[in-house]
């Protein structure tokens, strides 16, 4: 393991990002010091950065704020930023750049809540400064960045959970075990339905607003006039930033159908996606009206749509169960009341990652918690980079599908399309200056 006063000048040594340092207070780093170093207090506090603060961003700093104290706070956006300041508390310090920030000696955690297209950079940045780390879903705008991403936790040694929250909670992870242990039989079909993605424009073209740093927000991105609607909730509606609900829902959902499968360190070998496009100048341009099928190497067909109840069904030769956010139904379920499946045979995860203390909201305050726990232990969070990358490899498999409007042929093994050079060459995308990742 990189210790991490190192790994931290190393990173303000070689990025192109780092920016004159400023003046911190010195704290030791309880999530990866010596063991002579380690402070002794059991009331020692994680000191946590939270980087985008617009919805999600929030909330996840609310609930990390249940295990440390959030006293750095960075958006691009000033008015998000300030409100954010005021819901903490008032003390935290403001950031427009995640890169100063940084800088800080006295961080431990970063929760990241930034749009899609920042993750992969502000995680891989973090994880070489020395920071455990929490980042939304989904986890990543590319499969390359994925790639990317796991080969740096796995240097750095650092602690890394992706908001795939639905791993902790009671209904999603008792459709997975009694899948995995045969419940329904020899599982054939799973279905993954999603909510249908937005359409809309064309959209006016404005100046940025003055508190808005629109160039930072654009990032890697191609540059573009601003408009108020690629940015905040809305730009996962635009393919240049996130990959709508097939990368929004589908990076829940995807992973559940990936989990039950067991195949959550693997992915498909055959991939089939059709969608209609809106096609409006200016306006969202993610499908509309999609679906797609996909073969795995055990043989098992996995269904993306975009029509129907939200939610997965597994369907085996002996039943069926269907899971969402509000039940687990099916009679192999309806007949756990004769034939109890104890937790005791759970074996996905260490069950104890789900306790009852942990409130006021159990899924993702479970989640937080053992993303918490496991920087005391370094163990393996649930959500770990690497089931999360194969999780939404998947969903861009299925978007690069639908936008070649063909059949796909993939290695799971290599993460490379067969014999396909279009497609291998929407593994990435063009990163413009200055803000390219480093690998």
């Known amino acids: 393991m990189i210790h991490t006063k190192q790994t931290r000048r190393n990173f303000l040594k070689t990025s192109a990002g780092a920016l004159a340092a400023g003046a911190t207070t010195p704290y030791i780093f309880t999530a990866n010091a010596d063991e002579g170093d380690k402070p002794k207090s059991k009331n020692d506090r994680f000191r946590i950065g939270a980087i985008g603060m617009k919805y999600q961003g929030t909330r996840i700093a609310k609930m990390a704020e249940l295990h440390g104290d959030v006293v750095a706070i960075c958006d691009v956006d000033r008015q998000i930023a300030e409100k954010a300041?005021?819901?903490?508390?008032?003390?935290?310090?403001?950031?427009?750049?995640?890169?100063?920030?940084?800088?800080?000696?006295?961080?431990?955690?970063?929760?990241?809540g930034a749009p899609d297209h920042w993750h992969t950079a502000m995680a891989v940045d973090a994880c070489r400064?020395?920071?455990?780390?929490?980042?939304?879903?989904?986890?990543?705008?590319?499969?390359?960045?994925?790639?990317?991403?796991?080969?740096?936790?796995?240097?750095?040694?650092?602690?890394?959970?992706?908001?795939?929250?639905?791993?902790?909670?009671?209904?999603?992870?008792?459709?997975?075990?009694?899948?995995?242990a045969g419940r329904i039989g020899k599982l054939?079909?799973?279905?993954?339905?999603?909510?249908?993605?937005?359409?809309?424009?064309?959209?006016?073209?404005?100046?940025?607003?003055?508190?808005?740093?629109?160039?930072?927000?654009?990032?890697?991105?191609?540059?573009?006039?601003?408009?108020?609607?690629?940015?905040?909730?809305?730009?996962?509606?635009?393919?240049?930033?996130?990959?709508?609900q097939m990368t929004d829902w589908g990076a829940h959902h995807v992973d559940?159908?990936?989990?039950?499968?067991?195949?959550?360190?693997?992915g498909p070998v055959e991939i089939d996606g059709r969608a209609k496009f809106p096609h409006i100048e200016n306006g969202y341009n993610v499908a509309i009206d999609f679906e797609v099928k996909m073969i795995y190497p055990n043989g098992v067909e996995l269904a993306i749509k975009d029509h129907g109840r939200t939610g997965v069904m597994f369907e085996g030769?002996?039943?069926?169960?269907?899971?969402?956010?509000?039940?687990?139904?099916?009679?192999?379920?309806?007949?756990?009341?004769?034939?109890?499946?104890?937790?005791?045979?759970?074996?996905?995860?260490?069950h104890d990652n789900f306790r009852?203390?942990?409130?006021?909201?159990?899924?993702?305050?479970?989640?937080?918690?053992?993303?918490?726990?496991?920087?005391?232990?370094?163990?393996?969070?649930?959500?770990?980079?690497?089931?999360?990358?194969?999780?939404?490899?998947?969903?861009?498999?299925?978007?690069?599908?639908?936008?070649?409007?063909?059949?796909?042929?993939?290695?799971?093994?290599?993460?490379?399309?067969?014999?396909?050079?279009?497609?291998?060459?929407?593994l990435s995308r063009e990163q413009h200056k200055p803000y390219q990742i480093e690998a």
């Open 188 to 244: 054939r079909k799973v279905t993954v339905t999603l909510s249908k993605n937005e359409t809309g424009g064309p959209f006016k073209i404005e100046q940025p607003p003055a508190y808005l740093n629109w160039d930072l927000w654009l990032g890697q991105t191609p540059k573009v006039p601003y408009i108020k609607e690629r940015c905040h909730y809305t730009f996962r509606w635009w393919y240049e930033y996130s990959g709508g």
């Open 317 to 350: 030769s002996q039943g069926r169960i269907f899971v969402n956010r509000r039940l687990a139904a099916g009679k192999p379920v309806d007949q756990l009341k004769d034939n109890p499946f104890p937790k005791e045979q759970f074996k996905l995860y260490p």
């Open 129 to 180: 400064t020395g920071f455990d780390v929490y980042c939304e879903k989904p986890l990543t705008l590319t499969i390359d960045e994925g790639k990317l991403l796991c080969k740096v936790v796995k240097e750095t040694g650092r602690v890394f959970q992706v908001g795939t929250w639905q791993r902790s909670t009671e209904q999603f992870r008792l459709a997975c075990e009694m899948v995995r």
């Open 85 to 112: 300041k005021e819901d903490f508390g008032g003390k935290a310090d403001l950031y427009e750049d995640y890169r100063k920030m940084f800088e800080r000696k006295d961080l431990d955690v970063i929760t990241i």
């Open 356 to 426: 009852e203390d942990r409130k006021p909201f159990p899924w993702l305050t479970n989640h937080m918690g053992n993303f918490f726990d496991c920087i005391k232990t370094r163990n393996t969070p649930i959500s770990d980079v690497v089931s999360q990358h194969r999780s939404v490899s998947v969903c861009h498999l299925g978007n690069i599908s639908m936008r070649l409007g063909r059949k796909l042929k993939w290695d799971p093994e290599k993460e490379l399309f067969v014999g396909d050079d279009e497609a291998n060459g929407m």
């Open 256 to 266: 559940i159908a990936q989990w039950g499968m067991g195949m959550d360190n693997s």
